[in-house]
């Protein structure tokens, strides 16, 4: 039933992605070669010409880049991540060639040194310059290029900020370097690992060691996410892994969740409009997007208030939401409602009626302004 859904939710995904996708064919002086990219640039692209986008290289890209696609497209359709730009690398018949490794050091020698750099030196500058890139970037492989991905995290200045290592095919040092990289690191990073329970059984083994070496770690600014899946093979691994990955490096960009509302908002000490402040700043500061706040996040906070009877922090809330969405309704119906029950009916009355002349939002309407001003005249005679 599972691999049944996953298949659904995969094609539909790649409905939405298809009629975006472009192909390039790249001249690489450090390849002496050609190598075709694939690109898919996010919806309304040519449209909103002031917005930059994270850059999400896949590797692989020959048959991971529609799997990354869709998964980019779905999510961001319903705001659960950034919208992004998707580029493949194709490294059909090549692969060994790119990733290769000296047996001695683990690190990139000859071909795959020259692969490296033409990632970091040709590829990515040329994509920064042509589209419109934020610094956020994500490096996506399986297997060889799972392995292969993890250079760039060692150098001092690292080129990605998040790297998704599926079943990585790990080369001998690479289980000491990376937990001993991922230790000094001061400024966040987000690192993702997978494998399966019938993985290859050399792969699993060194990736479960990995795990164990990078869990041992006390860094705070690594954000780290394991997982083992049940069933999958090593080919079939990254339909599975990728959502996930997805998920657990935009989780602060997502919509307030349920479970973030019971276990952590209701439970605050202080001010929930504060914490919805810090959300979005982080979303900023990690991803470089300044978001507007979502009307689902105000409501939420709104509920949470509501809930514990911290009634004053709506004088808060309300100036906000006049801030976020000024020609609505929203933020003087949670000043009314400071007014209201910080005994000021005068002033909640006066803040409802003014509302009648603003947009309705998420389910507040005129009649609903109107009533509660009705209400407040009939019990205090204004």
């Known amino acids: 039933m599972k691999a049944l859904i996953y298949a ?117 500058p040329h994509l920064e310059k042509k589209y419109r890139t934020e610094n956020f970037k994500v490096a996506i492989g399986h297997g060889e290029t799972a392995n292969f ?24 040092d690479m289980a000491t370097y990376i937990p001993e990289r991922l230790k000094g690191f001061e400024t966040k990073l987000f690192y993702y690992l997978a494998t399966s329970t019938n993985d290859v059984k050399s792969i699993k083994a060194k990736t479960e060691a990995l795990n164990t070496n990078i869990k041992a770690l006390d860094n705070k600014n690594v954000l780290y996410n394991f997982d083992v899946f049940e069933g999958p093979s090593h080919y079939a691994l990254p339909a599975h892994a990728i959502p996930k990955a997805l998920e657990s490096i935009f989780l602060v960009f997502q919509p307030i969740s349920k479970k973030e509302y019971k276990e952590t908002i209701l439970k605050l000490e202080g001010s929930p409009v504060t914490y919805l402040l810090d959300k979005y700043q982080t979303i900023e500061d990690l991803f470089g997007i300044k978001k507007q706040i979502l009307v689902n996040d105000f409501k939420a906070i709104s509920a949470a208030i509501n809930k514990n009877e911290q009634y004053i922090y709506y004088e808060e809330l309300g100036k906000l939401a006049r801030k976020q969405y000024p020609e609505t309704m929203l933020g003087n119906y949670y000043l009314a409602r400071f007014y209201e029950e910080t005994n000021e009916p005068k002033k909640a009355m006066k803040t409802y009626q003014s509302a009648f002349m603003l947009e309705e939002i998420a389910g507040l309407t005129k009649d609903l302004m109107l009533e509660k001003s009705d209400e407040i005249k009939a019990d205090f005679g204004y």
């Open 8 to 124: 659904i939710v995969l094609l539909f995904t790649f409905q939405f992605s298809n009629a975006q996708v472009q192909y390039e064919t790249f001249d690489s002086q450090k390849l002496n070669d050609t190598r075709e990219i694939k690109i898919q640039l996010p919806r309304g692209y040519d449209e909103n010409t002031n917005k930059s986008y994270p850059l999400i290289i896949v590797f692989d890209g020959d048959y991971m880049f529609e799997i990354v696609a869709g998964n980019v497209d779905y999510y961001s359709y319903w705001e659960n991540m950034p919208e992004a730009i998707v580029v493949g690398v194709n490294q059909l018949d090549k692969r060994r060639d790119d990733t290769n490794y000296s047996e001695q050091s683990s690190l990139p020698v000859d071909s795959g040194a020259d692969f490296f750099e033409f990632v970091g030196m040709e590829l990515v």
């Open 149 to 172: 991905i993890n250079y760039f995290m060692l150098k001092p200045l690292p080129l990605f900020q998040a790297y998704i290592s599926i079943s990585p095919d790990l080369a001998p």
